[in-house]
């Protein structure tokens, strides 16, 4: 999906992929082990390790640009750029985690987030792309409790410790983004799209900003925008973070699969009447969403599927991977893309 002049975004079986076009590709992005084959392209591939469900097989998710791109690393980050937007990826080990952590130890997991981020804000300076715009990162076993907390708040710490070290926003202008589990093993993968320009960021009105979640869900908050438009000549992409059944900073529908769907769904809606609102345009629709389902039960499969379906309609684009989400009672998760054409006078 995408216009001619800006990002574009594919999901595409490796077959597909390959028989498409390479030039102008910023990113590829597997998701179970399938990335024979796409070395040679030059543009960073990410290996993240969360099951494809459903019936497609080997899934790429493809980021494209008709601009000319050029390939780089800087210590463990990889990308590629273009004049105007970089793409990221950074994938870290974590040492020893079984270890039995002394009083007061920092974790394993806390401190490669911490050097994950350091690293890719620490390339943003270096190559002048000061905007994040939209982050993707993926946890293994994000729910397990390990020096007396959660992993996912591990993470939290060590991504809110980066951003406050490099003098960045914790609250407002920060990127939109998405946490979710990778298999026992996988180490930490981060991958993440920055540009020149500011982009609009997006809260729910319907949900407290994760910035501003009170201490019941961790000491420190998770630092996210609910959704980022990046603007273009010509055209606007719209980045809708992980999206669940919270409505508030709560839970609703524990246990309840559709109805947690559902509830994700009304949530998005929500975006896109704000992302409309602040950008002016009316070109935010269901219709224009290419989603990423996140399913915790792989049996949950056709109950979500069939919801995503009534509510987006038949040609709805949506890809379901198995992951944990952040939360233990969320059983699904939505992110979602969109490029619809510019607004004038955005
Ligand atoms: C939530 O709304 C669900 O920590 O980067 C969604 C999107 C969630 C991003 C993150 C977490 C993150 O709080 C979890």
């Known amino acids: 999906m995408g216009s001619r002049t800006g990002l574009h975004l594919d999901y595409l079986s ?33 290996e993240i390790n ?8 080997a899934l790429c998710e493809v980021w494209r640009t008709p601009q ?9 980050v990889r990308y590629a750029r273009t004049a105007d937007m970089l793409f990221g990826c950074i994938a870290i ?15 394993p997991l806390q401190d490669a987030t911490e050097q994950a981020y ?41 991504r809110q ?12 202008n920060v990127s939109a983004a998405c946490a979710l589990g990778a298999a026992a093993g996988s180490p930490l993968v981060i991958y993440f799209l920055a540009s020149h320009t500011a982009p609009t960021f997006v809260e729910n009105p319907r949900q407290v900003s994760a910035y501003n979640y009170p201490p019941q869900y961790g000491r420190r908050t998770p630092v996210f925008s609910r959704a980022a438009v990046l603007h273009e000549p010509g055209s606007m992409t719209l980045f809708i973070s992980g999206t669940a059944s919270i409505v508030g900073h709560q839970t609703i529908h524990a246990g309840d699969t559709a109805a947690q769907t559902r509830e994700t ?7 896109l009447d704000e992302a409309n609102r602040v950008t002016k345009s009316e070109e935010f629709t269901l219709d224009a969403l290419a989603c990423k389902v996140y399913v915790r039960h792989a049996a949950d499969l056709p109950v979500i599927q069939a919801e995503l379906r009534t509510a987006l309609g038949p040609s709805s684009r949506a890809v379901y991977l198995q992951a944990e989400i952040c939360r233990r009672d969320l059983l699904v998760e939505i992110e979602a893309t969109a490029m619809v054409p510019a607004t004038a006078g955005m």
């Not at 969360?50 to 097989?57: E, I």
């Not at 980066?162 to 914790?170: C, D, P, Q, W």
């Not at 769904?265 to 975006?271: P, R, Y």
């Open 14 to 46: 490796l077959a597909e992929f390959e028989a498409a076009r390479w030039a102008g590709v910023m990113g590829v992005a597997t998701f179970d082990g399938s990335r024979d084959g796409l070395r040679e392209t030059g543009a960073p591939v990410v």
């Open 50 to 57: 969360t099951p494809v469900l459903g019936d497609a097989p």
């Open 68 to 76: 000319a791109v050029e390939s780089g690393q800087r210590g463990r």
């Open 93 to 107: 080990p974590e040492n020893d985690n079984t270890r039995t952590p002394a009083e007061g130890d920092r974790s």
């Open 118 to 158: 350091r690293e890719i804000l620490g390339t943003l300076d270096a190559l002048g792309f000061p905007h994040l715009i939209r982050v993707w990162n993926y946890v293994s076993e994000i729910n397990l409790d390990t020096h007396g907390t959660e992993r996912y708040r591990q993470f939290n710490s060590g």
């Open 161 to 172: 410790t980066a951003l406050l070290a490099a003098g960045r926003a914790i609250t407002g």
């Open 265 to 271: 769904i009304t949530n998005i809606e929500a975006l």
